[in-house]
């Protein structure tokens, strides 16, 4: 369905060729391809146990496959650990976000990367607060995160939308090329859904590659360019969605034979 | 598999939560934060003083601030494990071992002051390094961890003191920890730099904040606040100096938290620290290095106990076999909870080792005029940190219910 023959021209931003992990005698992985353009969104779906959590931790380095090729821009590398990913430029948001309740945004945002004054208290490690919220501030404002009401509130009392939005934009502050995020609409109700799509559109357009892993077929046709499929291990189908409904993606989840009416998908993909 | 209508994956329906939580009467008391203390401080204050006249005297304050320093000082150490969201029952035990390794090494081995009191801090120390180490290599909880060394660092205590039991202290450096005092011109010098270098430090942050483009701080709020340092420094050293003057064991305790709360609200450090308490997973995932952090907290914490120890040590001017024993873990804990600092980690200050110190040696000070029996003055005591740790309980489950769920 993709138009595979553009690939041979074409140099992927990040592309994964022949990715084969094994849990004991278990193939969670056989022989997986998958690439993600810069500028894009691919959504990755399939059903609880088809392989995303497993690709996805291989191409972030948390476990490895034990074969495969990875190619970034082009080159060959080597993915490892998270750190060769994270050197990259691969950064992940995990679904429990992994925010610290407690501090503020700012401090969120900075976490492990704080900013430290300089001159004779650096020996201190003393912490530069205003630069550090004044470069929050303009990459929320870069984001168009607005509904923020300080950079100084508790991140424990934000909403789950705008924990989201905090979240991903501390995954930027590394200025990575590609983002992973797993299932960030997970838990939001509808009006908080729609300001993360809106946010993950707007690192589309910042040249990023988002790889969107989600369970939600209208999330994906709001804001996918390109849906991957997979299914027991194995990349089962490519769609466009701007050329494909969501029946066909569903049916090749469930690895269903496509039938004219399947209604609940037909009604879950128009709400 | 042909036959099974495909169920369409539907996202989670949670319902939306509010954005702005109503604020209740436990979130208000929540915001009042450390002023919430100096309230029920100022009301303790008040009732002992209508009970017996000689309690807001210079005299009586100036022994309040020497019965808080070693107490104060060990709960220095107890607010850094408590945001670390650990806890450390060791710290009253290992102040006493502490303390007679100090008295032991001075009177019997002829050590010099200076020497025997590094021996003491490093006894601490190294005893924190251990905790550390323990419940970071091996995973065991603190709790267990310490109250093990609670037990065994009792014994090591027995033990340094040998069949005597008791140390007496004369050396007069040591004693004169809590024995020296300073005068006027002391006092004065201090309330200058004191409050020149908070005013200083506020007006500096609002130029740089300007010259940033961030909006200013409420000038409100820092106005208040320094009118609070002023008033409280300023009436401190009124207070002391019409007495015996201002006593070094309080200036130890006051600098220790200074210099603490520097370290825990203006560095990578202590930011860090709160991290690990609010969310260890996630901070590891940040890339902080937790094992370290929870090691080097453990060590500043022993070694904080042992130095406030060494204060007690030197105010009785001796050492004895229930040195670091008693109610003193109890109240070097209970005084941070009772000023705010959470025990389930990540929220708290180091002023609330201060506070809660003040707090807890006003009530026993306060009883002791009125000559209560110590039996009133347990549960009196147990009934304020009881209210304490429930107020901190409800704050908690109205946060995370106003919070976002997931």
Redesign the interface.
Known sequence: MTASSTHVAKRHLLEAKGVTKRFGAVEALTGVNFEVDAGEIVAL?GDNGAGKSTLIKSIAGIQPGEEGQYFFAGDEVSIRSPLDATQLGIATV?Q????????DVV?NLF????E?EHGPQSA????NE??M??RA?ELLASLSVT?LRSVRTEV?????G??QSVAIARSLLGDPKVLILDEP?????????HQVLELVKRLRERGLGVIYI????S?IFDVADRVIVLRLGRRVATFRTSAAT?NEV??A?????LTAT????GS??TT | ??T??????????????P?T?RPTLTMRLAQLGSLRVAFVLALIWIIFQAENDRFLTSFNLTNLVLQIAAVGTISVGVVLILLLGEIDLSVGAVSGLAAAVMAVLNVKHGWGPVPSICAGLATGAVIGLLNGLFVTRFGIPSFVVTLAGLLAWQGALLQVLGSTGTVNLSDPTITGLTDTFYGDVFGWVMVVLVVGAYAASGYL?RV??AR???PPPNLAAFLTRLAFVAIGTIASVLVLTSDRGIPLAGLILVGLCAIFVFLMT????G?HV??V???A???R????RVTRLRIIVFTLASTLAAAGGMLAAARLQAVNQSSGGSDLLLLAIAGPVIAGTSLFG??GSVWHALLGALVIGSISNGMDLLALESSVKFMITGGVLLIAVVIDAVIKTQ??R?????
């Open positions: 779906v995990y429990d976000l992994a925010l610290c309740d407690n501090l401090a976490l492990g990367r704080e430290i201190l490690l003393t912490l205003v630069d919220e004044a501030l509904t424990g009392s934000l909403s789950g705008q924990r609409t997970a838990a939001l109700g509808v009006a908080q859904t989600s369970h939600n077929i999330d969501p569903v049916a989840i469930t690895g269903s034979r399947v209604p609940q998908a879950e993909a | 598999m042909t099974a209508t495909p169920t369409p994956p539907v996202a989670a329906s949670a319902p939306d939560v954005e939580p942050e740089r904040r940033a483009g961030l203006r560095t990578v450090f930011r709160f991290a308490g609010g969310n997973e996630g901070s995932r940040a890339g902080i990540g929220r946060r995370e106003a919070g976002a769920r997931r």
